[in-house]
DNA sequence: ATATATTTTTAGCCTATCCTAAAATCGAAA
DNA sequence: TTTCGATTTTAGGATAGGCTAAAAATATAT
């Protein structure tokens, strides 16, 4: 059954609120997500479990089925090829692409993903680090470095921190390295392992091979 | 203000219809053209002529005025742009591009448009041989020239004949060279200025100068 | 355990776009 | 010029999606 671009819309919503399938979500968790009023919500969840993309029982919240599950990774895999192309092949910075590929991401024709897919040979992730679900909706792990043992160009995004005393948060808080953080190895010192870093295409930052040996990055 | 995808293909279509903006055009065409029922073409002509990008009189037929023409040859821009996208770098096929090229000709990013068409290298014209608006809407006016002047590799399509005696028009049609039909240069024989002709991507056609010389071609 | 606060749903209404059926208008022929 | 057929518009209704206000159900706190 063909989902709308609003239908569509909700069920992405739903897959990343619920964690991948993990969780069930409420009504208003998908209204604030999706800017509109729970009344709405209510409304396009009958819709949706009409559907059989989410199993919905009234005032219980939602889950996502297999079959919501297989749509929403759909929109997501297509989401993020855009993103790709956005930026490698159309010079857009990482952070102007998400609008754009918001309204790519609902052209429906399985040939022209395909033929992307391949144009832009086969990526598995996307330009802000997250995984591209191939065809069957599976997704790649991305492995976890901890950032003293990237080399130099490398980028990735902070994505948690080994010590969390703290100390060592307020730390990372003061030079402007929180869990999210896009980053860049700019340069690895021989003598002592510390590094300058690139983080947000902004602002580069130095630290010790002891403060990057807690950070860990998801790489891309 | 902004057009709704609906509101871009009225406009669109009543730009084709009136051959540019050159003729007015009729209700009943318009829903032929849109296959859509007359009664909701009025209802649409209305809001469009609110928005004033086409000037209406009920009972009267439309005509398209300068913003809408604007407005029109910027989605027609856009259309013909991705279907450039879609054939040259996509290898779609030229005869598969039109629907994809109809949904994506609404994505609004102005900044998308300009890219794409920097990293397509400006093109003028489409898969189809069909002109490129540029950014102001100025049509580069494609060339005819007599088949037989054309060169080697060269591609167009047929767009009239300079002999339209029926013996000449009943040759063309048995061997399926009618107007419309895309065409490419294969071969030209020094000797007797006969040449190989490649129709619709499909068959070739071999025929003499003579009959070349009268079937002219508006190059791509 | 009951009262209150929060969440969720329902009811009713709005706009966009489409439809069918009926009414209005136009234009061409007698 | 009157009439008739074709075209066009209006009227009224459907569906998708959104909103507000009010009702209903659930969750929480005493």
């Not at 819709?47 to 889950?63: A, C, P, S």
């Not at 998400?98 to 992307?116: D, G, K, N, Y």
């Not at 969390?164 to 392992?193: P, Q, T």
Request: charged letters at 30%.
């Amino acid at each position: 059954m063909e989902l709308t671009t609003a239908e569509e819309n909700y069920l992405k919503a739903i897959y990343h609120l619920s964690d991948g399938g993990k969780k069930s979500v409420s009504t208003n968790d998908i209204a604030a997500e999706i800017k509109t009023k729970p009344a709405s919500v209510s409304d396009m969840l009958r819709k949706l479990g009409d559907k059989e993309v989410i199993e919905y029982r009234k005032y219980y919240g939602v889950n996502i089925t297999e079959e919501g599950k297989k749509r929403a990774l759909g929109t997501i895999r297509k989401h993020r090829l855009w993103e790709v192309f956005l930026v490698e092949k159309l010079q857009f910075a990482w952070d102007e692409v998400h609008e754009v590929a918001e309204e790519l991401e609902h052209i429906q024709s399985p040939l022209l993903i395909q033929r992307l897919d391949a144009y832009l040979n086969y990526p598995k992730f996307d330009p802000h680090g997250d995984p591209i679900p191939d065809e069957f909706g599976d997704v790649k792990a991305r492995p976890r470095v901890a950032l003293n043992e990237m080399e130099l160009e490398q980028t990735g995004q902070i994505v948690a921190v080994k010590d969390s005393s703290a100390a060592f948060l307020r730390y990372l808080d003061k030079v402007g390295a929180y869990i999210g953080a896009r980053i860049k190895v700019l340069d690895k010192v021989e003598f002592d392992g510390s590094l300058e870093i690139l983080v947000d295409q902004k602002k580069t930052l130095f630290m010790s091979k002891d403060v990057a040996a807690n950070i860990l990055v998801q790489q891309s």
